[in-house]
């Protein structure tokens, strides 16, 4: 039985480049668990999602992150793509608004090359995670302890390997966020 997270609001913060899956079936997932959801991302409109190299369905932003506000959630969700979060990297707001949660003990959950944007807000040193495997060598350089296991769960940090992590990795996010 999933933990009911009625009354919780989570973010997920994406930009173009998105994996679809990697942001949709989190979603989900939240919200069937009784949570609220709000797609953040830099601009507002849509977001043009991914399924691998083949654009996918364009998704509505709920919030930029100029107006959202870490006090305005429980928890964050930074899904994959390869282009999503190296755009999201390069951004100071995307990177302030993931290292805030971190300062915050707020849950985070990233998943595939999502971890790019905690090394970026230089929040991974001292911690083990696991990611899409090219990211080893950054999270490593970064102090953090690289694993290949399906999913990883470090305090409030919550990540996964690939789509296929998808189900032990929202089960933990809801099981983290159910606890707060």
Request: hydrophobic share 40%; glycine share 8%.
């Amino acid at each position: 039985m999933a933990a009911q997270l009625n009354g919780k609001t989570v973010a997920l913060l994406a930009t173009d480049g998105v994996e679809q899956v990697e942001l949709t079936q989190p979603r989900d997932a939240l919200e069937e668990a009784g949570a609220t959801t709000h797609l953040v991302a830099p601009e507002s409109g849509e977001i043009q999602s991914f399924a691998h190299h083949d654009k996918g369905d364009r998704l509505k932003v709920d919030a930029t992150l100029a107006d959202a506000s870490v006090q305005d959630y429980d928890a964050l969700v930074l899904p994959g793509g390869v282009i999503n979060p190296d755009i999201l990297r390069m951004d100071d707001a995307a990177v302030a608004f993931v290292r805030a949660f971190m300062q915050a003990g707020k849950p985070v959950a990233a998943i595939c090359h999502g971890p790019w944007t905690l090394v970026e807000a230089n929040v991974v040193s001292g911690r083990t995670l696991t990611s899409w495997p090219s990211l080893q060598t950054d999270i490593r350089n970064a102090g953090g302890e690289w694993v290949d296991e399906e999913v990883v769960v470090d305090d409030h940090l919550i990540t996964s390997r690939k789509p296929d992590d998808l189900k032990a990795f929202c089960d933990q996010l809801i099981e983290q966020l159910g606890r707060t």
